[in-house]
């Protein structure tokens, strides 16, 4: 399946060609080419583990300002003194339900990458391009991935945690990244191939055996690029789905990524996908997301600019799921702001539609 492999070039040619036509990518002379995780130098890996990590001792911003009322989010207080890590998952915990099942799903994880490489460079010195993972290449082994065999203390993610330690990671360049929600602990791990069974009767899971590799095969990721043109509602829905490929990256991962409480938690800690952007892996398989959504973008002029999505998550029913997988009314716009709790500019949706129209600039290899 070369498509997905990192030698696409008829696909990079169209992404720039497109940049050179449109007006407002005069901002954008040089697109920066996102690459897959293994076609990083060893010294590149370093950098972008040293900046997460840089993220990670630097003091909590006062600009954080969460908008969402604590009933809805579910989630602790701001723990002023956590990093300025913290501040960045807590706007992904504050948002949870304003950016899944919603149409600010594709859009806000493409700001939330672009905002984190951002700070990497302008406050950790980071001078490298976001890479990102593509999972579908691990999918028929993801236990044994090279990514989570890289021990190195420097250039390593690090492997899978420790059973008799939490499943706190213990090696690799991630053994000592603590984090402050739900409660202070080091980033967990744990690989689960069968996360789904312990779902019964919540509506958007449907097949509690399948495993979690099973939907994000490089014929599953074939079929999201090759889906109907024009058709976003569609494509998120297929994306986004209970046992889709988005969530069963998170859940076969297991421990931060999935959203589960440590063992410190307190015993009212309900597990959720707001704790999920601990784990700096995750930025690299939002960016693997964002890869498919650029890659159908590039696949028929119809979908470029195809966007439909309401504001509203309804995960209410089986019947509300299908009705409104990507969300209700009021429905969201080109022009609709995208959410950032004080912490970055904020810019709306029709501005990160194009990854090199501006206040975006970057292409996938």
Same mark, same amino acid.
């Given at each position: 399946?070369?498509?997905?492999?990192?030698?696409?070039?008829?696909?990079?040619?169209?992404?720039?060609?497109?940049?050179?036509?449109?007006?407002?990518?005069?901002?954008?002379?040089?697109?920066?080419?996102?690459?897959?995780?293994?076609?990083?130098?060893?010294?590149?890996?370093?950098?972008?583990?040293?900046?997460?990590?840089?993220?990670?001792?630097?003091?909590?911003?006062?600009?954080?300002?969460?908008?969402?009322?604590?009933?809805?989010?579910?989630?602790?207080?701001?723990?002023?003194?956590?990093?300025?890590?913290?501040?960045?998952?807590?706007?992904?915990?504050?948002?949870?339900?304003?950016?899944?099942?919603?149409?600010?799903?594709?859009?806000?994880?493409?700001?939330?990458?672009?905002?984190?490489?951002?700070?990497?460079?302008?406050?950790?010195?980071?001078?490298?391009?976001?890479?990102?993972?593509?999972?579908?290449?691990?999918?028929?082994?993801?236990?044994? =991935?090279?990514? /989570?065999?890289?021990?190195?203390?420097? @250039? &390593?993610?690090?492997?899978?945690?420790? #059973? $008799?330690?939490?499943?706190?990671?213990?090696?690799?360049?991630?053994?000592?990244?603590?984090?402050?929600?739900?409660?202070?602990?080091?980033?967990?791990?744990?690989?689960?191939?069968?996360?789904?069974?312990?779902?019964?009767?919540?509506?958007?899971?449907?097949?509690?055996?399948?495993?979690?590799?099973?939907?994000?095969?490089?014929?599953?990721?074939?079929?999201?690029?090759?889906?109907?043109?024009?058709?976003?509602?569609?494509?998120?829905?297929?994306?986004?789905?209970?046992?889709?490929?988005?969530? =069963?990256?998170? /859940?076969?991962?297991?421990?931060?990524? @999935? &959203?589960?409480?440590?063992?410190?938690? #307190? $015993?009212?800690?309900?597990?959720?996908?707001?704790?999920?952007?601990?784990?700096?892996?995750?930025?690299?398989?939002?960016?693997?997301?964002?890869?498919?959504?650029?890659?159908?973008?590039?696949?028929?002029?119809?979908?470029?600019?195809?966007?439909?999505?309401?504001?509203?998550?309804?995960?209410?029913?089986?019947?509300?799921?299908?009705?409104?997988?990507?969300?209700?009314?009021?429905?969201?716009?080109?022009?609709?702001?995208?959410?950032?709790?004080?912490?970055?500019?904020?810019?709306?949706?029709?501005?990160?539609?194009?990854?090199?129209?501006?206040?975006?600039?970057?292409?996938?290899?």
């Amino acid at each position: 399946m070369r498509w997905f492999s990192l030698s696409l070039p008829s696909s990079l040619t169209l992404a720039l060609s497109l940049f050179a036509l449109t007006a407002d990518a005069a901002t954008c002379t040089r697109p920066a080419v996102r690459r897959e995780w293994r076609k990083l130098s060893v010294a590149q890996r370093a950098e972008w583990i040293a900046a997460m990590n840089c993220l990670a001792r630097l003091p909590h911003d006062d600009a954080l300002a969460p908008i969402v009322d604590p009933s809805v989010s579910n989630i602790s207080p701001v723990n002023t003194s956590g990093s300025y890590w913290d501040d960045i998952v807590y706007i992904h915990m504050d948002l949870n339900t304003r950016i899944h099942n919603t149409g600010l799903f594709f859009p806000f994880h493409r700001f939330y990458v672009q905002a984190v490489e951002t700070a990497m460079k302008e406050r950790c010195g980071f001078t490298g391009v976001f890479p990102y993972w593509d999972w579908s290449i691990d999918a028929h082994d993801v236990k044994n =991935s090279p990514l /989570f065999r890289d021990t190195n203390p420097i @250039s &390593g993610l690090g492997g899978w945690g420790d #059973p $008799a330690k939490d499943i706190q990671v213990q090696d690799g360049g991630f053994r000592h990244f603590e984090v402050a929600y739900p409660v202070p602990h080091v980033i967990r791990r744990n690989f689960t191939l069968q996360p789904f069974l312990p779902f019964d009767g919540v509506p958007v899971f449907t097949n509690l055996t399948q495993y979690a590799n099973e939907s994000f095969t490089p014929a599953e990721v074939r079929k999201l690029v090759d889906w109907a043109p024009g058709d976003f509602v569609g494509f998120q829905a297929y994306m986004e789905r209970g046992e889709g490929p988005h969530s =069963s990256v998170h /859940f076969i991962l297991g421990g931060d990524l @999935s &959203g589960a409480c440590p063992a410190n938690a #307190p $015993a009212g800690c309900f597990p959720q996908p707001t704790y999920s952007a601990n784990e700096p892996v995750f930025f690299l398989h939002h960016a693997m997301v964002d890869k498919i959504w650029y890659d159908w973008q590039m696949e028929n002029p119809a979908n470029f600019w195809a966007y439909k999505g309401g504001s509203v998550q309804n995960l209410t029913s089986l019947e509300a799921v299908k009705d409104w997988p990507n969300g209700m009314a009021p429905f969201l716009h080109l022009d609709s702001s995208i959410p950032a709790d004080g912490m970055f500019p904020q810019v709306t949706i029709g501005d990160v539609m194009n990854t090199t129209g501006g206040y975006l600039c970057y292409v996938y290899e």
